[in-house]
């Protein structure tokens, strides 16, 4: 061992070393520091620097709550809702606004009712991103929320819904951000979904039928969404027995009242009628809609139109098949329109071969009958016949005849009508009133229109929107606007990756992203006087996401001296 004397200015240092020899040559190896040298001859021993214990805070769920919270920061949404719902208030304490946005962040990734809330809220980094205390996010806080919203007006016992106002806002903010490209104007779905409802006590909840014609008490959800970003536009909440086309009047009167540029409407083939498609014209706005087979025009003109196979008519490929379209000219509604017929040769095939089968099972049913019921009455052949046959009436000629004759039951088939039948099979018919779009354009707006089905899918799926378990109608009307406003941060964090990185599977990429935040904690730990801020379980997979689109600071790691 050896000790070595460094001087620095009036003092001397010193430092323990070690010699080891490496071959022919011996080298020294610094050991360790020792201290000035006139403390170590007075006895003194040098103060020791020793890293105070280290304290671990209890870790919060931390990176998909900070990236939505970001999301809606960028939205403005506690802006919007405290300036259009706390106009008329005088708030002690935090907005509702931000009860509103934690809410709707936990329906986005872990869907909880607000009796649940909170407990699950502390466990988050909410309370520091809010600047609310833990011990203030309870039910009452929630529901309370929910009033500020939409509430029951005791003076005149009617309902006051700040609902519509606050979305009109968020979209016409939202466009200001993300404005359409020059010269479109809005492409525009719109639909309506049923939700269940628990109870029977609500004005709303009504009985009425699901899409698999299932009889359930239910609210109805509409929804009007821009086909660009899939950004929501607005949301109308109905009577659970409430169909789409009764509310087409509510929706066109909304959308006249707004700031909106009228664009082109989209919906299904339910809600289409002389009186609506007025309706629409009238306001200055295009609409695209399948037109039903009831109507003995629509029907001649399936039967006459001849779409040829080849590539000049191939319009759209889709889950179903290959749509071939041709695009005429046709009077309808008292106005020579512009109809679009297209055919899915696929589903021509499947419907033809299905219709065969069945006409075949029917035939053999009936010869089996005709010896079973060789002295049965006329009236029970009749009326065996006659379930046997059931809406395939129009395909098969059925006679009974007397007891004395061999075969009872006399069949054929209507050649010609079966014929006629399969001309129009895979065939449909689409109105567009905007003369300039060409058969293909009309084909691939009315067909791309199922991003509507995706919003409510994830309302459903991710959301658990359903069912309602509130019991006031103003109660109702407030958690629909919620589980909006979660998808709205869905929209807002799918536009943001399709930005970046294109439109291809940016939903998946959306949910792989939230999936793999969810796991990331955030604690502090206490170093001494410096307290870091560390985040657990990042990977670089979301790191590089984040960076990709716009939040390389999301997560970052920071120090802080304790004072």
Not at 4 to 11: A, P, Q
Not at 108 to 135: H, K, Y
Not at 455 to 474: A, D, M, Q, W, Y
Request: charged share 30%; hydrophobic share 35%; glycine share 4%.
């Amino acid at each position: 061992m050896a000790i070595k004397r460094h001087k620095r200015g009036d003092r001397v240092y010193l430092s323990e070393y070690k010699q080891i020899r490496k071959g022919k040559k011996v080298k020294s190896v610094f050991l360790r520091y020792l201290g000035p040298e006139d403390q170590i001859i007075e006895g003194k021993k040098p103060k020791k620097r020793v890293l105070d214990r280290i304290q671990m805070s209890r870790s919060h769920r931390a990176g998909d709550i900070r990236l939505l919270w970001r999301i809606a920061e960028n939205l403005d949404l506690i802006g919007i809702i405290d300036r259009i719902c706390c106009q008329e208030f005088v708030i002690q304490g935090p907005s509702p606004s931000k009860f509103l946005t934690a809410w709707a962040i936990n329906r986005v990734i872990d869907p909880e009712s607000c009796t649940q809330l909170e407990r699950w809220v502390p466990t988050t980094d909410l309370p520091l991103l809010t600047g609310i205390d833990p011990e203030l996010f309870t039910k009452d806080a929630f529901l309370s929320s929910l009033d500020f919203v939409c509430y029951l007006d005791n003076t005149n016992h009617r309902i006051v819904d700040y609902s519509t106002t606050i979305e009109d806002t968020l979209y016409q903010f939202w466009r200001s951000k993300h404005p359409l490209p020059p010269g479109d104007k809005e492409n525009v779905a719109y639909d309506l979904t049923s939700v269940l409802f628990f109870g029977v006590h609500c004005p709303i909840a009504e009985l009425g039928q699901n899409s698999k014609k299932v009889k359930r008490h239910q609210v109805n959800l509409a929804l009007l969404v821009s086909k660009y970003d899939k950004y929501p536009i607005n949301h109308f909440v109905y009577n659970g027995s409430r169909h789409t086309s009764s509310t087409v009047k509510n929706l066109m009167s909304w959308l006249m009242e707004t700031s909106i540029e009228p664009g082109t409407l989209i919906w299904d083939r339910g809600n289409v009628s002389k009186e609506y498609v007025n309706i629409v014209e009238s306001a200055e706005w295009n609409l695209i809609c399948g037109i039903p087979k009831t109507s003995n025009t629509v029907i001649d003109l399936l039967d006459k139109t001849d779409i040829p196979l080849i590539p000049n008519t191939f319009a759209h490929k889709s889950k179903m098949g290959h749509i071939y379209a041709v695009k005429t000219k046709e009077q309808i509604f008292n106005k020579e329109r512009s109809l679009t017929v297209y055919i899915n040769e696929d589903m021509k095939t499947n419907k033809t071969n299905i219709n065969n089968e069945t006409l075949a099972m029917i035939g053999e049913e009936l010869d089996v009958l005709s010896k079973k019921g060789k002295n049965w009455s006329e009236a029970k052949l009749h009326k065996a016949t006659g379930s046997i046959v059931g809406q395939f009436k129009d395909f098969i000629h059925v006679r009974v005849k007397r007891k004395n004759d061999s075969n009872r039951i006399e069949w054929k088939y209507k050649t010609r009508e079966i014929g006629k039948a399969k001309r129009s099979f895979g065939k449909c018919i689409l109105l567009s009133t905007d003369d300039s779009l060409s058969a293909k354009e009309v084909i691939k707006s009315y067909f791309e229109k199922d991003y509507i089905e995706k919003v409510f899918r994830i309302l459903k799926t991710n959301e658990n929107i359903e069912p309602v378990r509130h019991r006031l109608e103003h109660r109702v009307r407030a958690y629909m606007f919620v589980c909006v406003l979660a998808y709205r941060l869905l929209a807002g964090l799918r536009s943001q990756i399709s930005n970046a990185l294109g439109e291809e599977r940016a939903w998946e990429k959306t949910f792989e992203l939230l999936r793999d935040l969810s796991r990331v904690e955030r604690v502090e730990v206490g170093f001494g006087k410096e307290v870091k801020t560390w985040y657990l379980n990042t990977t670089k997979k979301s790191n590089d996401m984040l960076k990709k689109i716009g939040f390389e600071n999301l997560l970052k790691e920071e120090t802080i001296l304790k004072v």
